[in-house]
């Protein structure tokens, strides 16, 4: 495994909650940007949200706002996408990756972790 860890991805109702967790293996993520993204069968991967550690500046995805909610946890080596009201359309592969800052680039990817939402 690389340094990111995604877990928490599950299948769901449509309307339904999840909780994904990207876990940094080894450090801590006070001086990167987080951002989660995912990818869908033959989609490309799309940035979905980031948060700048540092000073908690966060961004979102239009598709999610409202919906999804980016944090970290008080050690700063946790970040969490709390994911509401999901739709089939959120279905996929969501990737954790870290850059300097929310621009990018994003590298050190994590394997993923699927959601799948049904209708």
């Known amino acids: 495994e690389g340094p990111l860890v995604e877990s928490g991805g599950d299948l769901v109702q449509a309307g339904g909650s999840l909780r994904l967790s990207c876990a940094a293996r080894g450090f801590t993520f006070d001086e990167y940007a987080i951002g989660w993204y995912r990818q869908a069968p033959g989609t490309e991967r799309e940035g979905v949200s980031c948060?700048?550690?540092?000073?908690?500046?966060?961004y979102y995805n239009d598709s999610v706002k409202g919906r999804f909610n980016i944090s970290t946890n008080g050690a700063k080596n946790i970040v969490f996408l709390e994911m509401n009201n999901l739709k089939p359309e959120d279905t996929a592969v969501y990737y954790c990756?870290?850059?300097?800052?929310?621009?990018?680039?994003?590298?050190?990817w994590g394997r993923g972790t699927q959601v799948a939402v049904s209708p």
């Open positions: 948060i700048q550690v540092r000073d908690g500046d966060t």
């Open positions: 990756g870290a850059a300097w800052a929310c621009s990018g680039p994003f590298g050190s």
